[in-house]
């Protein structure tokens, strides 16, 4: 049996391009109002009966009963009034929609960034714990090694000099980490007080130019370098916060309690979320 679309003076049948075609409803009021749009005289749909997708104002029915094409409206019967009334509903009704979604998706960013918030809490803690579980466990076992690797004949006043100019970043740091720096930070010898590493690009250093070895070094340190340096402009890019310039109350702790001013909240959350992102490692 051929489908084709009960409205009066309307021609489309099933095959036709870009054209779909919906069943009457079987719910008694929505039943009424699609018959009473289709406004033909002494007749009633049967199970075979169709409309099609021409009668709605977005090209489909919707099931929202707020929507405009909850019920067909375009028809050759309807006046210019009415159909201007259903244009006008159809606009508010998408402006409604909009600012429905806006509203789902400020709200999922703000339980995300509550969410990250209370994990990176959790996090701390529990590295922490960790932290003295191994110090305690193994302390006998690497203090030999660690004191192998951090020989130095630095003085305690050197020392402190060295910790103060990198302080909250060498926290993070743990023996047999490597960092990438660029040319410019000399830090070597503070990072070396943590038993870690710092690799930098080679100089020439008066040389023409630098040696197989030392070349093949540098391009791979470059290589990964370059990743680092496009996930934080990513992050940048993403978040226009990040642009600066940055209000004087965002650096500032709320109170003597607070572990970190407000922009060290901010930067964390969207590195975090920047992280959630597809990697900018292209993985076969």
């Given amino acids: 049996m051929v489908i084709s679309c009960c409205a009066v003076g309307c021609a489309n049948r099933q095959g036709k391009a870009n054209i779909s075609f919906y069943r009457i ?65 159809l606009g508010k009704y998408e402006v409604r929609e909009a600012m429905k979604k806006k509203k789902r998706q400020a709200s999922s960013k703000h339980e995300a960034a ?16 960790e932290e003295e579980i191994v110090e305690e466990a193994s302390i ?66 008066g040389k023409k130019q630098l040696g197989a070895v030392e070349l093949e070094d540098s391009r791979k340190l470059a290589a990964v370098r370059i990743h680092v340096e496009r996930v934080i402009g990513q992050a940048r890019s993403k978040y226009r916060m990040l642009h600066g310039p940055v209000p004087i109350s965002l650096l500032i702790k709320s109170s003597e309690e607070e572990e970190f001013t407000s922009l060290d909240k901010i930067v964390r959350v969207a590195c975090a979320l920047t992280n959630l992102c597809p990697s900018v490692v292209p993985i076969d």
């Fill in 140 to 205: 006998s076992e690497t203090s030999g090694k660690c004191d192998a690797m951090c020989q130095t004949n630095l003085t305690s006043d050197y020392i402190e000099s060295l910790e103060f100019e990198c302080h909250g970043f060498l926290d993070n740091l743990l023996p047999g980490d490597l960092i990438l720096a660029d040319r410019g930070f000399r830090i070597q010898e503070q990072v070396g007080l943590y038993c870690a590493r710092v690799e930098t690009p080679a100089f020439t250093r």
């Fill in 25 to 89: 409803p079987f719910d008694g009021e929505r039943r009424q109002r699609w018959v009473a749009a289709i406004s033909r005289k002494d007749w009633q749909p049967s199970k075979y009966s169709r409309i099609c997708s021409e009668h709605f104002l977005q090209g489909q029915k919707s099931d929202d009963p707020l929507s405009p094409d909850y019920v067909p409206s375009v028809f050759a019967h309807t006046k210019s009034p009415a159909k201007r009334r259903a244009l006008g509903s």
């Fill in 114 to 129: 509550r969410a990250l918030l209370n994990l990176s809490a959790e996090i701390n803690v529990l590295r922490e714990v």
